[in-house]
């Protein structure tokens, strides 16, 4: 079975600029969750998807934004990119059914705004 | 969800039982507490989640008293592996995947040889 991946490992972007993230969910698992963890803090919720559709949101403002395809893969899009948007981006997919806070996270993508 | 309040970081040694203890005064009635482990540059790992009373698994156990009010993670003789941070979450598990999760920011776990 596989885990959750994600593409790519690190990114290195301007301010200003645009950057997609993506993710692989785990076999079976139709719910996809995004977070933002800056250095020395705890993961921050962006964004839910599931069944292709936003499920929840975080305090992110709009440029933050997201798909998810109908094979539960999942992109998030980052507009207008700025310094502070520097940090560890996680997904985590959890299985159709499961009444648990038991999610399965990605390795992460380490996005640098310079 | 609930606020929690962890110590920022614990220091320990090879071969013994750690403790982390999580406070959530505000937790309601509904809410369950859950708790996951992160190492550098990887993504958070689920350990273990429970209600009340104590909850075993083959990483960890959880002590929960009878007012909920606060838990405790305890990680039986620590390896160097288990350097990590700990993170405890409480909240109501939706039904049908629907779930976020609230970190705060954990517990820094120091294992020393």
């Known amino acids: 079975e596989t885990g959750v991946t994600q593409s790519p490992t690190h990114l290195i972007k301007t301010r200003g600029q645009q950057v997609t993230l993506r993710c692989s969910s785990q076999?079976?698992?139709?719910?996809v969750s995004w977070y933002q963890q800056a250095l020395g803090q705890g993961p921050q919720f962006i964004f839910q998807?599931?069944?292709?559709?936003?499920?929840g949101r975080g305090n992110f403002p709009p440029r933050f934004s997201g798909l998810q395809f109908p094979n539960y893969s999942s992109e998030l899009n980052v507009n207008a990119l700025e310094l502070d948007d520097s940090a560890l981006y996680l997904c985590?997919?959890?299985?159709?059914?499961?009444?648990?806070?038991?999610?399965?996270f990605g390795p992460g993508t380490r996005l640098t705004v310079t | 969800l609930a606020k929690t309040t962890q110590p920022i970081s614990m220091d320990s040694y090879e071969g013994q039982e750690v403790n982390i203890t999580c406070s959530h005064n505000?937790?309601?009635?509904?809410?369950?507490i859950t708790w996951y482990q992160q190492f550098p540059s990887q993504g958070p790992r689920f350990i273990i989640q429970?209600?009340?009373t104590k909850v075993t698994n083959e990483v960890a156990s959880l002590f929960i008293p009878a007012d909920r009010k606060s838990s405790t993670l305890s990680l039986p003789r620590v390896s160097l592996s288990d350097t990590a941070v700990y993170y405890c979450?409480?909240?109501?598990?939706?039904?049908?995947?629907?779930?976020?999760?609230?970190f705060g920011k954990g517990t820094m776990l120091l294992v020393s040889p």
């Open positions: 505000n937790i309601a009635t509904n809410d369950y």
């Open positions: 979450l409480v909240g109501d598990p939706p039904g049908l995947g629907y779930s976020t999760l609230t």
């Open positions: 998807y599931y069944r292709e559709e936003e499920n």
């Open positions: 429970g209600y009340k």
């Open positions: 985590a997919s959890s299985p159709p059914g499961q009444a648990s806070y038991e999610q399965y």
């Open positions: 076999s079976g698992h139709n719910t």
